[in-house]
């Protein structure tokens, strides 16, 4: 049920996709896996959707070489509070209807279970596709929706996998391999990458539009393109 306060919060998104919508968003779980420079506006855009609760996993610390894109860290944040802690401290302040949700530390085979147990979506805003591939698993055998996301430079990539119905990220991409070190990335990129995760979230909680499936989003901000590619 929701309050006159919420109905007055989301009122313009209501009008897309009524009260019933706002009310699946309410009852939802996202996990949120990584918390940086996708991360940071996938939360900014679920907690301003009125998620109701919002897992954000993480085991780094901010770095000032950070800031130009993750935007839920400042500099009082740099090399004390750890991404999680940081972000969620901004995210109850902006909106402290929902509930956010922290876990400090990497996921492995051993907690993964237990650390997103009863999550409705997971969001993949990681740098390396070894935990990627461990997310992806994870989401197959608990039969979760896994929103892919991926950054570098001015370009970016997202797809959506619901298990069952769509390819796998290991399917997609089965030939990958791991970089290691740093790699060029715009605020910017990531900004626009994000918001399209987050609204692939709450196209997959409410019914609206058509999410991802079985296609894969390129975009390269340098020359505005926007490529979708047909994974069947």
């Known amino acids: 049920m929701l309050s006159d306060r919420e109905l007055e919060r989301y009122d313009r998104q209501i009008m897309i996709f009524g009260t019933e919508g706002q009310e699946k968003l ?14 940071s506006p996938v939360a900014y855009y679920l907690a301003a959707a009125g998620i109701g609760t919002i897992l954000l996993v993480d085991e780094q610390t901010p770095e000032l070489s950070n800031l130009n894109r993750q935007i839920l860290h400042w500099e009082e944040d ?36 237990e650390v997103l147990e009863g999550v ?31 950054v570098e430079g001015t370009f970016g990539q997202v797809t959506t996998v619901v298990p069952g119905f769509t390819k796998s990220l290991r399917e997609i991409f089965p030939n990958v391999r791991g970089k290691s070190g740093k790699f060029p990335i715009l605020g910017a990129t990531a900004g626009v990458i994000g918001a399209i995760q987050a609204m692939e979230v709450v196209k997959l909680l409410t019914g609206i539009g058509e999410p991802l499936l079985n296609r894969l989003l390129i975009v390269d901000l340098a020359f505005n393109t926007f490529d979708v590619v047909e994974l069947r």
Do not use: M
């Open 78 to 113: 740099i090399g004390k509070n750890p991404k999680p802690l940081s972000a969620k401290w901004k995210l109850e302040r902006f909106n402290p209807d929902i509930k956010i949700e922290t876990f400090v530390g990497r996921l492995t085979e051993e907690n993964i279970e």
């Open 120 to 150: 409705d979506v997971i969001v993949d805003c990681l740098d390396n596709f070894e935990t990627r591939f461990l997310l992806d698993d994870y989401a197959q055998k608990a039969r979760v929706p896994l929103v892919h996301g991926a």
């Open 26 to 39: 309410k009852s939802s779980k996202v996990a949120v896996v990584g918390v940086g420079g996708l991360g």
